[in-house]
């Protein structure tokens, strides 16, 4: 392995991976909590989606129902 390669990873380490683990560290205290954290972050903005898209599929299905019926108001 080169010395450029070498100095590479152990750049990325000191200014990508220290102080993301520092930050967590801080906010969410000893690793394990922080794990279980990041863990939580994915299903977050999934679930925002899937009431969206519920609420569009809801609001499509009631404007179509009163097309059907002769209401002017859709």
Do not use: K
């Not at 499509?60 to 002017?72: F, S, W």
Request: hydrophobic share 40%; glycine share 10%.
């Amino acid at each position: 392995m080169s010395r450029t390669r070498i100095w590479s990873v152990l750049v990325f380490i000191a200014f990508a991976f220290a102080p993301a683990t520092v930050i967590f560290w801080i906010r969410d205290g000893p690793l394990r909590e922080a794990g279980a954290s990041m863990d939580n972050l994915p299903s977050d903005p999934g679930n925002g989606i899937s009431e969206t898209t519920g609420e569009i599929v809801y609001s499509a299905g009631t404007t179509l129902q009163r097309a059907r019926d002769g209401d002017d108001r859709t």
